[in-house]
């Protein structure tokens, strides 16, 4: 099964800006709803924003206002703008097809700190 591979991350201070990209397979990413997750030292996977095939978007409410999830179909990319960054985003960053959800990559390191 082909992985997601996340990319983006970094160490930044607060009020910072990252970009995340996660490559996929070009077989059916068009028609998937796709997910972008977190995971914090000590606590569990949590879903930050998805997309619909269509465009549609979700995010949770910490990162509302903040953070903006988009999709190239032509490339098999989903991005995750991040703004504002605080400390609280701190976590591995992943990302996933919402159903069925496929097996997890590795991530990609964000880290929020002064």
């Known amino acids: 099964q082909v992985q997601f591979v996340e990319s983006g991350g970094d160490l930044v201070q607060p009020g910072a800006s990252l970009r995340l990209s996660c490559a996929d397979s070009?077989?059916?990413?068009?028609?998937?709803?796709m997910g972008w997750y977190r995971q914090a030292p000590g606590k569990q996977r949590e879903m930050v924003a998805s997309?619909?095939?269509?465009?549609?978007?979700y995010y949770t409410a910490s990162v509302k206002g903040r953070f903006t999830i988009s999709r190239d179909n032509t490339d098999n990319t989903l991005y995750l703008q991040m703004n504002n960054l605080k400390p609280e985003d701190t976590a591995v960053y992943y990302c996933?097809?919402?159903?069925?959800?496929?097996?997890w990559g590795q991530g990609t390191q964000v880290t929020v700190s002064s």
């Open positions: 997309i619909s095939s269509g465009g549609s978007t």
């Open positions: 070009p077989f059916g990413f068009s028609i998937y709803a």
């Open positions: 996933n097809s919402l159903s069925p959800p496929r097996a």
